[in-house]
């Protein structure tokens, strides 16, 4: 369901005291190994996750936590399925970009096909709008990062430490790419590894240096195995380390995490009064090698952290950090010649549709999007039911608001 969240094949089993002979039987290969169990197993049944971001390392998370047994998984994207995404996005095929499916909905009907006993639930919608994040991410004992620019997963940090859930950060450009597992109350929060909006808007991205898929496994492996650490219960045995690597040449090298920045609203003092402590006792606290963690951390090619991003006109989570200045209604998309115009008065998408095709625009639609090749522009329209419209071809924001008024009702 476009602008919200769809629940796909949902059931109980697993989530009981026992499990069934099919299960026992799907999951014995893991259950022999001995950090996890049989306990361990149980604890992932009853796991919910969510998956930010459904993109290169989306689709190989949503995968790993589906195979693993993990018993509930929201996935939140705002971006449909395209030609050029079948490279390295493992979960979508030929049919998906054919039909414009959102990236959540197709990623949820493969992960049915995996485990029909999966309860998966795909959120078609920006995480940075208004109350959308903290639906999605209600009820999640963890958040996975899969997204591709730096405000987005600097509004998981700051959801994530004011409410105590761990966020495991990762990206990937090129043949590079990073993760950390950063936990309320024993590391240092996104923000203060990374810096602010700002000091993320230069540097390479997937744009200009490409990506390789073997890279993207190997981020993914890393985010993963932590993710399952921590659900199953093997917490102390998360590591404590910034990891930075490379498929090309073969590198990998970790450096310890900072600890909370004591005067940062978030992961400091005052964050963790307002949790009331949650997190500290999970792990321990790192050493202080903040400022070489933070140069390594902004140093790699990254589709996610170094993607330019325009914010969007929605609040931090939390309102210790202030929004910046800058027009509300547009966003130039990372990697991708594609600015998102935010409509303040959406119409059904029947209403453009008519408009559209009287002006002469090829149109596609399906339950949850339209698109439009427009005949004038070299340019095309995607539009979705809460007001998004994803402008291809434009070169930037003032074009793509310009596209916008001429065969949309933008007020």
């Known amino acids: 369901m476009a602008g919200g969240m769809e629940k796909v094949g949902r059931t109980e089993e697993g989530a009981v005291a026992g499990l069934s002979a099919e299960r026992r039987e799907r999951f014995s290969r893991q259950m022999r190994f001995a950090p996890i169990g049989e306990k361990g197993q149980l604890a992932l049944f009853r796991s919910r996750v969510l998956i930010a971001g459904v993109g290169s ?9 589906a195979r693993a047994g993990v018993g509930s998984i929201v996935l ?9 995404n079948l490279q390295r996005q493992m979960l979508f095929d030929e049919e998906d970009a054919r039909q414009c499916l959102p990236k959540a909905v197709a990623a949820v009907e493969k992960l049915r096909r995996v485990d029909s006993g999966l309860a998966a639930e795909a959120v078609v919608a920006d995480l940075t709008a208004p109350g959308v994040l903290e639906k999605a991410a209600a009820g999640c004992d963890l958040v996975l990062d899969g997204t591709d620019n730096a405000e987005v997963r600097l509004r998981l940090s700051d959801w994530c430490f004011a409410h105590g859930v761990p966020l495991l950060y990762g990206g990937v450009a090129g043949a590079s790419g990073m993760s950390a597992p950063l936990v309320p109350g024993a590391t240092c929060c996104l923000r203060c590894l990374i810096g602010g909006e700002e000091e993320q808007e230069s540097g390479e991205t997937c744009d200009t240096v490409g990506m390789l898929s073997p890279a993207v496994e190997l981020v993914a ?6 993710a399952l650490k921590w659900l199953s219960g093997s917490r102390s045995d998360m590591r404590r380390t910034l990891a930075t690597a490379s498929v090309w040449p073969l590198s990998l090298r970790e450096l310890k995490l900072p600890g909370p920045t004591r005067t940062c609203p978030a992961c400091g003092e005052a964050g963790q009064a307002q949790r009331g402590g949650s997190g500290a006792g999970e792990l321990s606290r790192s050493g202080s090698r903040k400022a070489e963690a933070a140069r390594e951390a902004r140093g790699p090619a990254m589709e996610a952290s170094s993607a330019r991003s325009e914010p969007q006109a929605a609040a931090p989570v939390d309102a210790a950090f202030k929004p910046r200045k800058t027009a509300a209604l547009s966003a130039v998309l990372c990697g991708r010649d594609t600015v998102q115009v935010e409509l303040s008065e959406p119409q059904p998408l029947d209403v453009y549709r008519r408009q559209l095709e009287a002006a002469g625009c090829a149109v596609m639609r399906n339950p949850y999007l339209l698109r439009a090749e427009l005949p004038d522009e070299g340019a095309r329209l995607v539009v979705f039911p809460d007001g998004r419209v994803l402008v291809q071809g434009a070169g930037d924001p003032d074009e ?6 001429r065969y949309l009702p933008v007020s």
């Not at 939140?76 to 050029?84: G, K």
């Not at 492996?221 to 932590?226: F, N, P, T």
Request: glycine content about 4%.
């Open 57 to 65: 390392l989306g689709c190989a998370l949503a995968q790993h936590m």
């Open 76 to 84: 939140a994207d705002r971006d449909y399925v395209e030609w050029s």
């Open 221 to 226: 492996a890393l985010q993963a195995a932590e």
């Open 400 to 405: 793509a608001l310009r596209v916008c008024e």
